[in-house]
């Protein structure tokens, strides 16, 4: 059982509210830091914006058995082709126990080691092309699960705890790259990305498509190496990590603290217009190297034999009650 679930029971409410440290912007406009908000009775409280109300649209706790998979589907391809490095319903490589999902590293019968990604949507690299001929023709377009426009997307989640591959929360359009407008085709919110045990990279922001015209911006924001704004965290915790997506741009948040001010209005910037959908990932390292036909590393077989695992507590989308 959480932790936390006494503290709601006493609460004898679904919507309790704390006060923040600060309710005011800075001087140099910085977002307030957040409020706990018990919005899911005897769970976890969000870390929500301050000054804002929310209401909670879409959540998963994990507290069954098993995935839900009316909430949730596996993305197993890679640019039309079957990616040999994820994994399949089949592999088992999560498992729902204790209130969490863990994302796990699985071998099968073959060798291969293969980790999960979920999302709740799909691009169109999701379906099998026919490589036979040409692009033309690929696979039956499933209806996405849950796409979702602007509002507060929260996950608590603890990273992976050794190298070899990395985790991720973020959010895709399923028209990422078909024009030449970010606002219209969609923009990859990279939310929360750890390839390294211990730190998380800026958020990264993608539009333009993954050719010539791609186009990233971060927060916090930096024109440099995106590694000099990394962050460290402690590892072996869980952590909040929150949007706040607005039609004029995105608020990031750590542990209810923003990572910087507001993006997506200055030169090169931009923000999506379109809804996206979710998705919590785990990758191996080197798999996309020599034409996607990369093999495990070796710390990667030293992680999956040590049991490694993303662990998700919950996902949880709200939106701005007006």
């Known amino acids: 059982m959480k932790h936390f679930k006494q503290i ?7 919507a309790l509210f704390s006060s923040c440290a600060s309710t005011n912007k800075s001087k140099t406009d910085e977002p307030a830091v957040c409020k706990e908000v018990i919005s899911v009775r005897n769970e976890m409280p969000s870390l929500l914006p301050a000054n804002k109300q929310f209401k909670l649209v879409w959540n998963d706790e994990f507290n069954g058995n098993a995935l839900d998979e009316s909430k949730w589907c596996y993305r197993t391809c890679f640019w039309g082709r079957r990616a040999h490095w994820f994994a399949e319903p089949k592999d088992n490589a999560v ?22 990604l979920l999302q709740t949507g799909h691009l169109i ?29 929260e996950c608590r989640c603890r990273t992976q705890q050794m190298p ?3 985790s991720a929360f973020w959010m895709q359009s399923e028209m990422q790259g078909t024009t030449s407008d970010p606002a219209y085709a969609g923009i990859e919110h990279d939310i929360m990305e750890c390839f390294s045990p211990g730190t998380i990279i800026p958020s990264c922001f993608h539009y333009g498509g993954c050719g010539a015209d791609h186009v ?7 024109k440099g190496n995106v590694d000099e704004m990394s962050t460290k965290i402690a590892k072996e915790e869980f952590h909040v990590y929150g949007m706040l997506w607005e039609p004029d741009g995105y608020t990031l948040y750590l542990d209810g603290k923003p990572r910087g001010p507001k993006i997506g209005m200055e030169e090169g910037e931009a923000v999506s217009q379109v809804p996206e959908f979710l998705l919590i990932s785990t990758e191996g390292h080197n798999f996309r190297q020599n034409n996607c ?26 939106d701005i009650a007006e």
């Open 216 to 222: 990233q911006f971060t927060s916090p924001r930096t």
């Open 164 to 166: 070899g591959w990395w």
């Open 95 to 116: 498992e729902v126990k204790d209130g969490k999902v863990y994302l796990k590293i699985v071998k099968k019968e073959d060798g291969q080691l293969v980790t999960p």
């Open 8 to 14: 709601a029971i006493l609460a004898g409410s679904i």
């Open 125 to 153: 690299w999701d379906y099998i092309h026919d490589n036979k001929s040409s692009f033309w023709p690929i696979s039956k377009v499933e209806k996405p699960i849950f796409l979702h426009r602007y509002g507060y997307y």
């Open 293 to 318: 036909t990369g093999t495990a590393s070796a710390e990667l077989e030293k992680a999956y034999e040590a049991g490694d695992a993303f662990i998700v507590d919950y996902v949880r989308v709200y």
